[in-house]
């Protein structure tokens, strides 16, 4: 049962992965402690963020993505001063290979914008590539985009210092228990129900990733994320790896790979991936990936598979979050549908949720494109870099 001391709260964040343990560790820090933090998982960042790639890039398409990832990386930056933790923050740099004559509009656009913002991202000829890679077979790249800025860090990390931090400075935080439902009074949100009592409260945070049109059904409002399986494999130690080797991915391919310890994690994503709660392994699509990953990267041919797992893209109509209090029901904030990119704005994100919970509005970072209410405009603006 939760004790007496959390029957009431001043805000309930549910879930807790990146976007959750960043809100209640900005809550906090801003002033408001008398917060609880669920996960329905026994741990933290179990799902998605757990899961995930640990990418962090400057390389996107959208004005107000950039933006989040130049201050996202600022406080990545920053976490083991401000924290106490260390995230295994590492600037490998980003490189983007293009091999669709298609994409390099688009991809040109992405980076004059980037350069538009102060994001130093460089284009390079083929001819540039070899010597930057040159284990990696660039037979039909036509062009690519690098930022030394980018890198990589581990989610697992980032999720435990920013729960620790929200902890010490008084902050409830409970796995095991799972958000089942919610009572509203006229149009505000009053209570929330969950697999070990009820909490009165008028602020609820749904950071619940690719489970919050669940939450929304719970509500009634219809949240339009949804699930998709992706899966990563990290090979055995692979020696001859260059030292200071990139985060390689090839746009059109859907494929990845970056150094993970002493190996190499990969991911391709599948685009024809059935919509749905799947957790499980597809080992035919391994297979697909897996040749591809050797054909690209031969050194793999070398090294067997160490771990693999699948986890889920949370995605939206148009890849961007949707974050904001939902017209419906009044102190219901939705951060989710990061859509495949949300490890890396966790930091900025639950920042700027806990200026909207505290000063009335986001503002570090202007989001108001991602409000809920495009979808009932149907004013769409789709991100293209996503993976
Ligand atoms: C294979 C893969 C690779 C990726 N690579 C990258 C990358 O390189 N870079 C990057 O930035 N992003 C990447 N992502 C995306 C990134 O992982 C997500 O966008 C991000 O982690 C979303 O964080 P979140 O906190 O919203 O979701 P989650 O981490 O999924 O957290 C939501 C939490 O809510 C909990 N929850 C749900 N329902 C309830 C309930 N009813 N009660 C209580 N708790 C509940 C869940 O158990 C979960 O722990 C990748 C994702 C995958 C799957």
New binding site residues.
């Given amino acids: 049962m939760i004790d007496s001391g959390t029957k009431t709260a001043a805000a309930v964040v ?9 809100t209640a560790f900005h809550l906090a820090k801003m002033g408001m402690t008398d917060v609880v933090l ?4 026994a741990n ?14 400057h390389q996107f398409s959208s004005a107000t993505n950039i933006k989040l990832s130049i201050e996202s990386i600022k406080m990545l930056e920053a976490f083991p001063e401000e924290t106490g933790q260390d995230i295994g923050l590492r600037f490998t740099g980003y490189l983007f290979l293009m091999t669709d004559p298609a994409d390099i509009p688009s991809q040109r656009d992405a980076v004059a914008l980037q350069h538009e913002l102060g994001v130093d991202t460089e284009w390079l000829a083929p001819e540039d590539l070899a010597g930057l890679i040159p284990q990696v077979n660039i037979e039909g790249v036509i062009a690519g985009s690098f930022n030394e800025h980018d890198g ?1 860090c581990d ?1 697992n990390s980032v ?1 435990q210092g920013y729960a620790k931090g929200a902890r010490a400075a008084g902050v409830t935080i409970l796995s095991d ?4 439902g919610f009572e509203t009074t006229g149009d505000k949100v009053a209570v929330v129900h ?2 070990v009592g009820d909490i009165s409260t008028e602020v609820v945070v749904l ?6 049109p ?2 929304g059904r ?1 509500l009634g409002v219809d949240i339009p994320i949804e699930p998709v ?4 494999v990290v090979t055995t130690p692979t020696p001859g790896l260059q030292s200071g080797f990139p ?1 390689v991915l090839f746009l059109k391919e859907a494929l ?1 790979f970056h150094p993970e310890g002493p190996g190499v994690l990969s ?1 391709k994503s599948n685009p024809n991936e059935r919509r749905g709660y799947l957790l499980d392994v597809d080992p035919e699509w391994e297979m697909v990936h897996l040749a591809e990953a050797m054909e690209r990267l031969p050194l793999l041919e070398e090294v067997g598979v160490l771990s693999h ?6 995605i939206t109509p148009d890849a961007h ?1 949707i974050f904001g209090e939902v017209p419906q029901v009044k102190g219901v904030h939705v ?12 930091p900025i994100c639950g920042l700027l949720m806990a200026e909207e919970i505290l000063k009335g509005a986001p503002e570090t970072v202007d989001v108001g494109e991602f409000a809920y209410e495009r979808f009932l405009r149907g004013d769409l603006n789709p991100e293209l870099n996503v ?1």
């Fill in positions: 549910v879930g807790g992965g990146v976007m959750g343990a960043s669920l996960e329905k998982e933290l960042g179990a799902m998605s963020t757990g899961q995930c790639a640990g990418g962090i890039r990589i989610p999720v228990v799972e958000v089942t969950t697999s950071a619940t990733g690719a489970w919050t669940d939450l719970m399986r992706r899966q990563i985060f990845y991911g797992w699948a986890g889920l893209y949370e979050p951060m989710a549908g990061f859509s495949g990119h949300g490890f890396m704005h966790g993976v």
